[in-house]
C-alpha cells in the first residue's frame, strides 16, 4: 500500500470512530460536527458553509433538522442584518460539551495497539497535520 492508500484507511478508521461515537449521542456526525463548531461561539452561517465544505443550501438543511431537536439557533448579526448567525442553544451546548470530551477521550483508541513511542510520534504527527492544514474557509476574490 502506498501513502495515499494508508492515509485514506486511516481517514476510515477516524470516520468509523467517530461516527459510533456521534450515534451513541444520538447524533449524525455531520450534526455532530456543526454543533462542536457552534458550541463555545456563534459562527457566521456563510463561514461554516465554507468551513465545512458545505454548500450554504446543504448546510441549511443541516441546520433545520438541527434546529428542530433545539439544539441550534439562527439570529442576526448585530452589525449586520443581513448575516446569519449560528449558536448552540443551552441544551445544544450541555449535549456538543459532553459530545466534544467524549471524542477528545475516545478518538485516540485508534492508536491503542502502538507501543507508546509510537503513540506519542502519532500524537506529534497529527498535531502537526493539523496545525500547518489551512482549516480556514477558502477566500473569494
Known amino acids: 500500500m502506498d501513502h495515499g492508500d494508508k492515509l485514506f484507511w486511516l481517514a476510515v478508521v477516524i470516520q468509523r470512530k467517530y461516527a459510533q461515537i456521534c450515534a451513541e449521542f444520538d447524533l449524525t456526525p455531520s450534526q455532530a460536527t456543526l454543533l462542536c463548531a457552534v458550541r463555545n461561539e456563534p459562527r457566521q452561517m456563510a463561514y461554516l458553509a465554507a468551513s465545512l465544505g458545505m454548500t450554504k443550501n446543504a448546510l441549511s438543511q443541516l441546520v433545520d433538522r438541527t434546529a428542530?431537536?433545539?439544539?441550534?439557533?439562527?439570529?442576526?448579526?448585530?452589525?449586520?442584518?443581513?448575516?446569519?448567525?449560528?449558536?448552540?442553544?443551552?441544551?445544544?451546548?450541555?449535549?456538543?460539551?459532553?459530545?466534544?470530551?467524549?471524542?477528545?477521550?475516545?478518538l485516540p483508541e485508534i492508536a491503542r495497539n502502538l507501543d507508546a513511542d509510537d503513540q506519542r510520534d502519532f500524537a506529534r504527527l497529527a498535531t502537526a497535520v493539523v496545525d500547518t492544514s489551512d482549516l480556514s474557509p477558502p477566500t473569494s476574490n
Do not use: F, H
Open 68 to 106: 428542530r431537536r433545539e439544539l441550534v439557533g439562527r439570529t442576526s448579526s448585530a452589525q449586520d442584518r443581513r448575516v446569519v448567525m449560528l449558536s448552540a442553544t443551552p441544551t445544544g451546548k450541555v449535549l456538543a460539551e459532553a459530545l466534544y470530551a467524549e471524542i477528545a477521550k475516545r
